[in-house]
T-cell receptor, first 114, second 113 residues
Framework: AQSVTQLGSHVSVSEGALVLLRCNYSSSVPPYLFWYVQYPNQGLQLLLKYTTGATLVKGINGFEAEFKKSETSFHLTKPSAHMSDAAEYFCAVSQSNTGNQFYFGTGTSLTVIP | KAGVTQTPRYLIKTRGQQVTLSCSPISGHRSVSWYQQTPGQGLQFLFEYFSETQRNKGNFPGRFSGRQFSNSRSEMNVSTLELGDSALYLC????????????FGEGSRLTVL
């Protein structure tokens, strides 16, 4: 069975500060990992994904994440927060043998303080 | 390139009624998935269709059903609505049948009174 845990349902950072959103997963086979962002009244937009290869993944809007197999983690970071980064962030896991069935974390709401 | 289109965007129903939601995937995408999003349960997988066949199904009662047409458009139906069915229903399409990037629509927000 697969599951995703996002530590911290709410995270606040000052504008210009480091953003760190935590994600841990459990998977019985090598996982595919994703981070999505959701703005109010909108669907989800892909930030970045890890499938195979390089464990440090760069995404859109300056975000990146590192796959650490030993820690079963896939934390999302951004060096300097912008006001426009305020949104809900979801970590998701899937497996190659389950098609497009994704398991999402409960989300982390990011607030950026001016 | 047009994105994933869901209709209607908002709807209000009463308990016991049924509802049908529609999803038009991105052109060329053959996989369509449905998710239910609620504040309490988060995003939960309903089902996935690929080339008109249901490939995966989440842990929802039989009142939730779906189908996919030959043009890849998909519909989901919820019968005998309950208050707890109030949610944002999100459709996502993907180009391939293997695990790939999901492209989400803006969702259909269902309120059950």
């Amino acid at each position: 069975a697969q599951s995703v845990t996002q530590l911290g349902s709410h995270v606040s950072v000052s504008e210009g500060a480091l953003v760190l959103l935590r994600c841990n997963y459990s998977s019985s086979v090598p996982p595919y990992l994703f981070w999505y962002v959701q703005y109010p009244n909108q669907g989800l937009q892909l930030l970045l994904k890890y499938t195979t290869g390089a464990t440090l993944v760069k995404g859109i809007n300056g975000f990146e994440a590192e796959f650490k197999k030993s820690e079963t983690s896939f934390h999302l970071t951004k060096p300097s927060a912008h006001m426009s980064d305020a949104a809900e962030y979801f970590c998701a896991v899937s497996q190659s043998n389950t098609g497009n069935q994704f398991y999402f974390g409960t989300g982390t709401s990011l607030t950026v303080i001016p | 390139k047009a994105g994933v289109t869901q209709t209607p965007r908002y709807l209000i129903k009463t308990r016991g009624q049924q509802v049908t939601l529609s999803c038009s995937p991105i052109s060329g995408h053959r996989s369509v998935s449905w998710y239910q999003q609620t504040p309490g349960q988060g995003l939960q997988f309903l089902f996935e269709y690929f080339s008109e066949t249901q490939r995966n199904k989440g842990n929802f009662p039989g009142r939730f059903s779906g189908r996919q047409f030959s043009n890849s458009r998909s519909e989901m139906n919820v019968s005998t609505l309950e208050l707890g069915d109030s949610a944002l229903y999100l459709c996502a399409s993907s180009r391939t049948g293997k695990t790939g990037e999901l492209f989400f629509g803006e969702g259909s927000r269902l309120t059950v009174l």
